[in-house]
């Protein structure tokens, strides 16, 4: 009886969250599965199911292949950039000041920064995405083209030019992403006992030693999940290339990413069954990459 | 981006989940109505067949006890038209009616899950970005047949068929799979758009051959003026249709009804790769690249500001411009010069086309209200008041005398009766084939910039149209004219 009282009240927690997930979540995955089984049109009342059709044409697709191409890119590089610069900064913010007076501290003025940093955090992706096309416009009336103009540089097509186009919104993605990142590895620093570093300083360990002996081994856990959410990140980028450089790749399939094409094949081709076959690739894209990370990076946890 | 705190493995793996699920928008949609269905089978025709009687002031037997759901797009030509005109007219010629308005930009998404689940409102413009295929509503029966509406009597003059008291085109353009589905409303004039007074002050003449055209660009070039400009943004397909028009031009209407057919190598016809060269030429000379980054309304503003000459657009630039005119600029419409000695279609063509799609659903509650609402549009009073609110021309024949018309809008009406039976044609694979059309307007940037050469680009555009033809899963349509 009491043990029933108790599982009871656990499961009615419980019931509520979880038929909304189902309901929400993994029935729209069941039937994304069931669709891309299908040549479904989105308008049709009977559905006709072509076996793996779908996949099939995917690998012919060479939109499918030039969308894979960019997120191989983005995977490459969002994660690295700003896991770098973050750890950069938040370094200086948290003890690049040195040892002075108790413990270790940050440059000066490093409250202030770690607010500054985290304000792109708080705009909305579409914000973002508008600030830039400001920042990016391809005039003399652009903010980076009309700094240029003063320096008697020709304007530059940022965001069509087919080499720059990936590359100016991955500055933009990491621009945004740098702040939260900062504050959550200033999070995991702060929670490395200050004695290590002082006894590592008392030995005569620069700030780099201590950087690269102490921080970064300590910080592992911390870095693995940015790691993560970067990666999962690099296969969105929906908002910001939609609203920056448009929905068809443009320039010449160099902005090309997977939710847009899924999207667009969905909704604009009325092409609901393929576009569910995308959707389930990606979905193991997503799932292949987090079990890679998380398989490859596995070790025993330090205790502090 | 989202926002771990400390999070477990667990965590983590659902987050991932809910990253994919945000991902493929489409599963969250679907999940209502996919595959739940409606049991029925599917009825190719429409499911209501409304007889028409001749009593001019109700003939499809209107109950007007039953209230009426109109949903309007509200993009360029906002929504006023709908309801403090032709849903007041409607209420007054039912008195007691109740009519639900609905305006909004985002047709697709509101209205396909209530076409599926057979809840569809009376009276549909179908525009915008996310407007719905309507070939396939139609192979679903969801379109009332509007042959009725076209052989009822026109409220006007009871004596003709609605039929007669419009434009040709909206007859032809009706057409789905051979029914009269679609009604075409208003009236837009597509070509070169410049600045009148601009012209008068430098005493320029609108260059009516390609030598001219290029002249014209040399001395606007020393102005710092640029010849023309399109936006690469948002606007690209301005430039598909301008290139379009240019090769029906060169090479006769035939060329876009083969490209609108699939005809084999419709693309790679030669009066098809002169249009692009001659237009790829012109952005290379007296273009401005900064332009492949710049959306319609930028590139707007800078043709009143006079950077830029000739604007590839139809007639409904003027009203969208309208509060941003200033008193030195008065829009005007020049014909496409010619480009070769031997045009199939002389100087002054210009392409007149009929827009703006309305539908009424079969199997909505109240079709007899919807094709009367449909009527009382394309009565004169409707017509007018559409013509006085948008400054756009409407397809009911004479409905615009007596209206105060804009300078564009009268410039746009001579050069239609100077065009005469010249009048180019539009290229309906935008709506019959959307992955070519926008294939195009993705492709047409990059042979403007120079990155593939005229050539390439039809072969590019022929490939993708035998793609298109060979995929069953898209529904074909033809046209004879």
Redesign the interface.
Known sequence: MERLRRYGFVAGFLVVPVVLYS???I???I??F??SLT?????????RYVGLDNFGRLFEDEVFWRALRNHGILLLVLPIVTIVIALFLSFLLNLGGGTRGAGMRGVWGSKFYRVVYFFP?VLAVAVVGVLFQAV????EDGVLNGVLGRLGVD?V????E?GLALWSIIAVMVW??VG?YVV?FSAGMAAIPRDYFEAAALDGAGRARLFFSITLPLLRDTVQ?GW??LG??A??G?ALIQVLA?D?????GATTI??VT???T???????G???A??VA??FL??TF?VLT?RTTRRERIEL | ????GE?T?RQ??R??????????????L??AC??A??????TAAPATSIAASADPKNPFGVDAKKPLEVVIFSGGYGDAYAKDLHEELYKKAFPGVTIKHTATQQI?TQL?PR??GDDAPDVLNNSGP?A??LV??A??G?LADLTPLFDAPSVDEPAKKVRDTVTPAVLDNAKIDGKDLVLNYSVSHRALWYNAKLFESRGWAVPKTWAEFTALGEAAKKDGILLFAYP???GPYYQLWNVLYTAAKIGGNQIILDIDNLVDNAWNAEPVKQAVTVWADVQAKYG???????DHTQTQIKHLQNELLFYPVGSWIENEMTKDIPLDFQYAIAPIPDVTAADKMPYGAIQVGVGENFVVAAKGKNPQGGLEYLRIMLSKEGARGFTEKTKNLTVVNGAAEGVDLPAGLISAAKAQDAAGENIITDARFEGWY??LF??G??QI??VM?G?ITPEKFCANMQKKADAIKKDD?VAKQTRSQ
Request: aromatic letters at 14%; charged letters at 15%; a neutral charge.
């Open positions: 309901v929400f979540v029935s729209p995955y039937q994304a069931q669709l040549s479904w049109n989105g308008y049709s009342s009977v559905v955090q990016y416009r391809p005039d304007p097509g940022w965001l069509t087919p945004q992403a939260f959550l999940v993560i959410y999962i990140a296969f969105d929906f448009g068809k790749g443009e320039p010449d997977l939710p899924i999207y667009k969905a909704f604009a081709y009325n092409k609901v393929y576009a569910c995308m959707g990606l979905f997503t799932v987090a998380l | 981006m989202t926002h771990p999070i493995r983590l793996l987050r991932i989940g809910m990253t994919a699920f945000v991902a493929g928008p489409g599963a969250g679907l999940s996919a595959t269905g409606t049991g029925g089978d599917p697709g396909r076409f599926i996310e719905m295929d396939a509503l192979a679903e969801h690469g943004q948002k401005d690249k900064a332009y492949f980054g710049l959307k992955e926008d294939y307007t993705e940037n990059v910039a990155r899963s």
